[in-house]
């Protein structure tokens, strides 16, 4: 099989801060007038986005590559896009190559569709004619084929995505280079994608493409890359790779999870929670959590100032990313008037726990009342849902069975049960 | 400078030329006036050069009308100065493509270039009328104009190149532009005729391209009989200076452009 790509020891350096010092010829100039002979000073803070990355494709592979939020992934695609070059390295890619870093990209607001789809297709490399024998497809495509000759400062945000994702879907490159397009959109568009994505595979195309959404990194990549720090991290079946890549998450299984050294963490930071942990309704430390249990999930918080109204909620998610729940406070209209300053917890009791057993993951989040987020963490702690004897038939059930049960009875029909009797009589 | 470069721009025209009409379909569409803002704009400066310079100031204008005289020359400085302006933002201002889609980054300037030529073609027709107007007829030096028009425009490109890279790395360059270009204004034969200068004035100017090509685009439309060829071959000879060091930094300086713009 021909290899597609080639990344030989590839490093990419960042240096943060010298950009803002020098960016104005005026200081330059002055810097350059006092001290003459001295060479831009060289400044300390470096950060190495990507650091010895090796690996190669070959042609028809799909990759999916996920990690952190900065770990260099998107760093990645540019070298490999040719938008921005190693600092040492090199790099092979063969083929034609389409970049979708962005869904529709150099699209003008004062321009029309039309316009639009053709400036696009030509941004990304595809010749006038094959824009025009396209047109119509890519139209039926987006679903714009009424507003085809309004600006696209009238289309909503569904419309532009659609249109913009429709142009890339005809591309037929032999790479496809993908940036997390999945993240936006609704599930319509979302799916779209995804088939489209699937209709390359088919098609002996190799992709490589970014995602936070681990269901579709396993059902589309025949291989996975996992990036941490600039690092390749694991390589190898999707799987595997993303079944390590979410045990980091967690790393406090039992007994409580800290939180308070969390990493990627977003909001102000004036209450934070510091821990989760599984009690049970008489408030024992839990140590397994079964499906069908009664039980409490304790939030514990740390607040620097007085928080007047604020809503504390969690969203869990399956370990390929699927989102299980989303709820909090604010769902069940409880106001908090005011959280004092200092540590505090908050508790919410599960009647019965419909999920079968597997690992999920919480992503925890608390906001006020018209300040935004105080607090959010993605991924932080992990809830495993033991092994079960789930409808009391001595069947152990596990994830394969999917993520919900609820309280269900089967009833075979009379003259069923009555023929079966009869033939074991026969018999 | 390899040879890739030029095949890569080459393997893109199609690119530039859809960047050049992105660019003059946006300013006709924003713009209430719209295409004829290509005429009023010169139209309006050679109004108050006429009445300022030509009327109080008696500014000799080489046996031509005045109103014709500073038009000719300033139809062409209106592309010229508006393309220095565009194109110097023209990285900046297409940010979003540079970071996202692999392309040579020299289309920007060059659609810059290119797409200032519809408005400077409307000039132009206007410049017809007024020298049938003025029943002023071209001579047989008229063939000579494709040639300074085409300088002038090697002239903007290189140019364009060289203030765009460098307004990537050094954000004040916007604002040191459109000081630049009003310099250049009066350094250049626009207001005045060369002849109006004395002879260490005029070796002074002729370090201006612009100067060389302006002053042979009027001397050959209007065939006056006087051309400056030691002019004309110095403005010749820095252009293609400007051209390989304005191609030769940007080429240097492209491959961080993804990363600081």
Partial sequence: MSQAISVEKVSKKFVLGALQRDTMLRERLISMLRAPFRGRSASPNVLWALRDVSFRVDAGEVVGIIGRNGAGKSTLLKVLSNITYPTSGEVHVSGRVASLLEVGTGFHEELTGRENIYLNGSILGMKHGEVAAKLDSIVEFAGVAQFLDTPIKRYSTGMRLRLGFAVAAHLDPDLLIVDEVLAVGDAGFQRKCLNAMDGLRSGGRTVLFVSHNMAAVENLCSRCIWIDAGHVVKDGAPREVIEAYMNTFANARDGMADLRSAKDRRGSGEIRYTGVEYLTTSSEPLQVVRSGDAFVIRFHYHANSPIAFPSFGFRLYTEFGTLVTDTSTWHHAIDIPLVPPGDGYIDLQIDFLNLLPAHYYFSLWITGAASPVHDNIEHCAQLEVALANVYSSGRMLDSRSGIVFFPQRWKVSEPVLAGASAKIEEA | ?261
């Avoid at chain 2, 002879?199 to 302006?214: T, Y």
């Fill in chain 2, 1 to 261: 400078m390899n040879s890739q470069w030029f095949t890569d721009f080459w393997r893109y025209r199609e690119l530039l030329y859809f960047l050049a009409w992105r660019d003059v379909k946006v300013r006709y569409k924003q713009a209430a006036l719209g295409a004829s803002w290509a005429v009023i704009q010169p139209l309006l400066t050679m109004v108050i050069f006429t009445l300022f310079f030509g009327r109080l100031a008696r500014v000799p204008s080489d046996g031509i009308p005045y109103p014709l005289f500073s038009f000719c020359a300033l139809v062409p400085w209106t592309y010229f100065s508006s393309t220095l302006s565009q194109a110097g933002n023209s990285l900046v201002g297409n940010s979003s493509l540079i970071t996202k889609v692999y392309f040579p980054r020299a289309l920007l300037p060059a659609a810059s270039v290119l797409s200032g030529l519809v408005d400077f073609l409307m000039g132009a027709v206007f410049l017809a009328l007024m020298m049938i107007y003025y029943h002023v007829k071209p001579g047989w030096s008229f063939f000579l104009v494709p040639f300074f028009l085409g300088g002038m425009i090697l002239l903007a490109f290189s140019v364009s190149m060289i203030l765009a890279a460098m307004n990537v790395r050094y954000r004040d360059v916007k604002y040191a532009l459109p000081f630049l270009i009003q310099i250049w204004l009066f350094v250049t034969p626009i207001i005045y005729p060369i002849a109006f200068l004395t002879p260490k004035m005029k070796r002074f100017l002729a370090f201006n391209p612009m100067a060389g090509f302006l002053e042979g685009f009027r001397s050959s439309l209007f065939n006056t009989g006087h051309m400056d060829w030691r002019l004309v071959g110095t403005s010749v000879i820095i252009t293609i200076f400007l051209l390989i060091t304005g191609a030769t930094y940007f080429r240097r300086t492209e491959r961080s452009f993804a990363d600081i713009v």
